[in-house]
């Protein structure tokens, strides 16, 4: 299972950057696919998840997107109004046995892409 996450890059803030993860057929038809991070020195976090509809953690609510396309088997990130506490690597993920009361945990997804570094200057 392969996922590749693309998209990352240096932004000044308040800009906005488009991330996307590119996946098999068989991975994209899962219920959930979902988007974490991870800042230096922090743990990783829950940032976004499609689970036939789309999730948010509270602190990206409002300017960060989730978004698939079926035909491109992609699933994006619109991220607007970037902060530089945004700045982390971030990954894509995946996985068959994640259910809705562990969406948010990262433990709950068995693929991953790589990671894409987003950093945001003030």
């Known amino acids: 299972v392969q996922l590749q996450a693309s998209g990352g890059g240096l932004v000044q803030a308040g800009g906005s950057l488009r991330l996307s993860c590119v996946t098999s057929?068989?991975?994209?038809?899962?219920?959930?696919m979902a988007w974490f991070r991870q800042a230096p020195g922090k743990d990783r976090e829950f940032v976004a998840a499609?689970?036939?509809?789309?999730y948010y953690a509270d602190l990206v609510k409002g300017r960060f997107t989730i978004s698939r396309d079926k035909a491109k088997n992609t699933v994006y990130l619109q991220m607007n109004s970037l902060k530089p506490e945004d700045t982390a690597v971030y990954y894509c993920?995946?996985?068959?046995?994640?259910?809705?009361?562990?969406?948010?945990?990262?433990?709950?997804?068995?693929?991953w892409g790589q990671g894409t570094l987003v950093t945001v200057s003030s």
């Open positions: 499609f689970r036939w509809r789309e």
């Open positions: 057929p068989r991975t994209f038809s899962r219920p959930t």
């Open positions: 993920a995946a996985g068959p046995g994640v259910i809705m009361s562990t969406m948010t945990e990262g433990t709950a997804y068995a693929y």
